[in-house]
Every structure is written in structure tokens, then in C-alpha cells.
């Protein structure tokens, strides 16, 4: 079993490898910059750069690429952009190696609402988000099949220690969820 963690805006930072370390020895850590550390200096930055060079629908062209070469089973764990990469795909890349994944805070989900998971997807929500209705998106998913859905008293980004909404106490609370769930 490898666990892929499925990197948000920032791409792959040391903070993301310590994470990826504590959920699980066996993983593969998935970036939208090829494994380049882009060390930004704000989030405003890493989405610019994410938005004009690289794009939801490339990203998650260059997951299912990596997930293709892969041959052993697999659980999913994506932040932000790489759970709504995780929701895109979710709904007809059916590998059956593919065994759960859990997509925090994917705000980008709300852009394509249809999916219908060929897997079990956990949906982890922060309390508000600033473009749209939380609680409306929960509403409208929630009896979608194969799909969970929690919603959390923290802000979007709060497991990345490089997010100005970056929350301990969240980070701690879902870690242990994670391996309590043996992602």
C-alpha cells in the first residue's frame, strides 16, 4: 500500500514532506511542478504561478499520469487543488488500485458538482471559504455515492504550514484521524 499525497498550490515543501512522513512511510508525494521546490512567498504568489503556468486540468492530467505508473494499492490524500484534482478524476479513472482518498478543503469542487466517485472519497470542508456557500456545496454533494463529507471548525489551508490559515490544532486533530483511518 503507498499512500499519495496530492500537493496543493504551494507544490512540495519541506512542511509537505513532514506531513507526508507522519501519515505514512510508503508514500509518493504528487506536485504540480515535478518535485521543484518553489519556496513562495505568499499565497497570492503560488496562485498566480499556479493559474497562469500549470492549471487544475493539467494537474490533474499529470495525476492520473502518476497514478497510472504506479502497481501497488493506493490510498489518495490531496490539499486544496490536489483534492479537487482527487474529484475530478474520481468519477472515471477506475483503477482498482485506487482504495480511498480524502480531499481537504477542495474548493474547487464546487466547479464540477457532477462527479460520481468510482472510489470511496472523503470530502474534508473548512467552516467558510470566501467564494461560495460551504454549507450549500455540503448540502448539494451529500448523498452523492461513495462519498463522505465532514466539515471542520477551521479555515482553508489549515493543515499546510505555509497557509496564512495554517490551524495546530486542526493540523493534530486530523493527522490522527488520518492514521486512525490508516491512509
Known amino acids: 500500500m503507498i499512500s499519495v499525497i496530492v500537493a496543493d498550490i504551494f507544490g512540495k515543501t519541506p512542511a509537505l514532506e513532514e506531513l507526508a512522513n507522519i501519515i505514512c512511510k510508503n508514500h509518493l ?3 504540480p511542478y515535478d518535485g521543484q521546490y518553489k519556496m513562495f512567498q505568499t499565497e ?13 486540468g493539467n494537474y490533474s492530467k499529470h495525476l492520473i499520469n502518476s497514478l497510472t505508473n504506479l502497481d501497488s494499492s493506493v490510498n489518495l490524500v490531496g490539499f486544496s487543488i490536489g483534492a479537487a484534482a482527487i474529484w475530478n478524476l474520481s468519477g472515471s479513472f477506475a483503477s482498482s488500485r485506487i482504495k480511498k482518498a480524502i480531499c481537504f478543503y477542495g474548493s474547487q469542487i464546487r466547479n464540477n458538482r457532477k462527479v460520481v466517485p468510482l472510489f470511496p472519497v472523503t470530502l474534508v470542508f473548512p467552516k467558510t471559504e470566501k467564494h461560495f456557500s460551504v454549507s450549500e456545496l455540503i448540502s448539494e454533494l451529500r448523498n452523492t455515492e461513495r462519498t463522505k463529507i465532514r466539515q471542520v471548525p477551521y479555515f482553508h489551508g489549515f493543515m499546510n ?3 496564512t490559515n495554517f490551524n ?4 493534530e486533530s486530523e493527522l490522527r484521524t488520518l492514521a486512525a483511518n490508516a491512509i
Open 161 to 163: 504550514r505555509c497557509s
Open 168 to 171: 495546530l490544532q486542526g493540523y
Open 44 to 56: 497570492s504568489d503560488a496562485y498566480e504561478y499556479f493559474s497562469s503556468n500549470i492549471g487544475l
Open 29 to 31: 508525494i504528487v506536485d
